[in-house]
């Protein structure tokens, strides 16, 4: 390991580091759930997938209120897969995460 | 049509741009798969220097800045160290006339990508993608100035990603922006800016401003989630495997450190020569 880094591991703020890390999963979570569509942006949540599965129109809003126009099957399918895509990905770099919050060297997988 | 990514490569005494590009470009290559364009004003250096470029660079550009004069910054290795330098990177309103690319992604060369997120708006018809808001790799600080260019002015948006298709409106903006650096007192005086040194995040600002009709709409448009930056007065101590190690910097540290690691995050990498050094490493083997 890089000596300077040995160094700086026998001082480190334990549960701010561990707080930290999650908080960058969880930015990096949000912007991987991120669809662009027909010229809207849609941060895609638990909550824009149970409204479209109700959706009685094919005209939706983005994050920005600015109306889109939208296949919903097609829709639905997209923002299916970004989330089931980001949130895998995130449930894995969570448990690793934990699993490793014990020992600083694990936490920071250097 | 055609994209791909663009830099900006201007070296100063301290700082070698075109090896950060040149390392960007490999994240590029790796991540994004698009072809890669570098403007520089040192050809010969970057030839003569880094002989195998070709693996990661397919255009190299030139063309000089512009100017024969520049205004000095401040460039930090962590809390410690600091010292001034030229800075020279004040043309990037030429991305829209040199860029051989239809959809361009114009990359600061220390914005370090590490995933694909950015292919998500290139089959878009928007015409301009932009980063406004941002977030730094500590927990505990509030860096200020990110939100606004000036306390009671206007919105702040980072001029270290742009992705642009060429448009009638995209070549006013990249007109304007060149029109606010030539006249760059008066603007600065104007939205009551204090940094004195010409900066393309604020021209960049103003001139979305402007094409607003000085009011905000939706255009441009966001890029997903919000820019993360470490900040100059971190340590950046390790590169390994595409993941970056910081040390937190805080200048009211009374004990423990904070550590940072970051993998599959782009991230604006601010500390410049913590980087460069950094870089060299990965170059080993090149």
Redesign the interface.
């Known amino acids: 390991m890089?000596q300077?880094?040995e160094t700086?591991?026998q001082?480190?703020?334990h549960i701010?580091?561990i707080?930290?890390?999650k908080?960058?999963l969880k930015?990096?979570y949000?912007?991987?759930c991120?669809?662009?569509y027909n010229?809207g942006?849609f941060t895609v949540t638990k909550e824009l997938l149970g409204f479209t599965t109700q959706l009685g129109t094919s005209y939706i809003t983005d994050d920005?209120l600015?109306p889109v126009e939208i296949d919903k099957d097609e829709f639905n399918r997209l923002i299916s897969n970004v989330y089931w895509n980001a949130t895998k990905k995130y449930h894995t770099?969570y448990q690793e995460l934990i699993k490793n919050s014990r020992n600083?060297e694990e936490l920071?997988?250097? | 049509m055609t994209a791909g990514v663009l830099f900006f490569a201007y070296n100063n005494d301290l700082v070698d741009y075109i090896k950060q590009a040149i390392y960007n470009a490999k994240l590029v290559k790796k991540h994004l798969n698009l072809p890669v364009a570098i403007v520089t004003d040192s050809v010969n250096y970057l030839e003569k220097t880094y002989p195998w470029y070709k693996k990661y660079v397919d255009y190299v550009i030139p063309k000089g800045t512009g100017q024969n004069t520049f205004s000095k910054k401040h460039y930090y290795a962590g809390e410690h160290f600091s010292t001034m330098a030229e800075w020279k990177n004040v043309n990037r309103f030429d991305a829209y006339n040199l860029s051989p690319f239809d959809t361009t992604i114009v990359l600061d060369t220390d914005y370090l990508i590490s995933n694909d997120?950015f292919l998500?708006?290139l089959d878009?018809?928007?015409d301009l993608f932009i980063y406004k808001d941002s977030?730094d790799?500590?927990?505990?600080r509030n860096i200020p100035g990110f939100e606004r260019i000036s306390d009671d002015t206007l919105d702040f948006y980072w001029a270290t990603v742009l992705i642009f298709k060429k448009t009638e409106r995209t070549k006013r903006l990249f007109k304007l922006v060149e029109l606010i650096r030539e006249h760059y007192h008066y603007f600065r005086t104007l939205y009551r800016i204090p940094l004195k040194t010409f900066r393309n995040d604020f021209a960049f600002s103003i001139a979305i401003h402007i094409l607003n009709g000085y009011t905000i709409t939706?255009w441009p448009?966001?890029l997903?989630?919000?820019m993360?930056y470490s900040s100059p007065e971190d340590d950046l101590?390790?590169i390994k495997d595409e993941?970056y190690?910081f040390?937190v910097g805080n200048k009211f540290r009374r004990?423990?450190?904070?550590?940072?690691?970051?993998?599959?995050?782009n991230i604006h990498v601010m500390n410049k020569l913590h980087l460069n050094e950094l870089i060299d490493k990965e170059f080993e083997h090149e």
Do not use: C, F, M
Request: hydrophobic share 35%.
């Open positions: 890089d300077r880094l700086v591991l001082d480190v703020d701010n580091t707080n930290n890390q908080r960058l930015e990096q949000v912007e991987d991120v669809l662009y010229g942006k920005n600015v770099a600083i920071l997988n250097l | 997120n998500k708006v878009q018809d928007d977030y790799i500590s927990l505990t939706d448009k966001i997903p989630g919000k993360l101590l390790t993941k190690t040390v004990d423990k450190v904070n550590v940072v690691t970051l993998t599959g995050s």
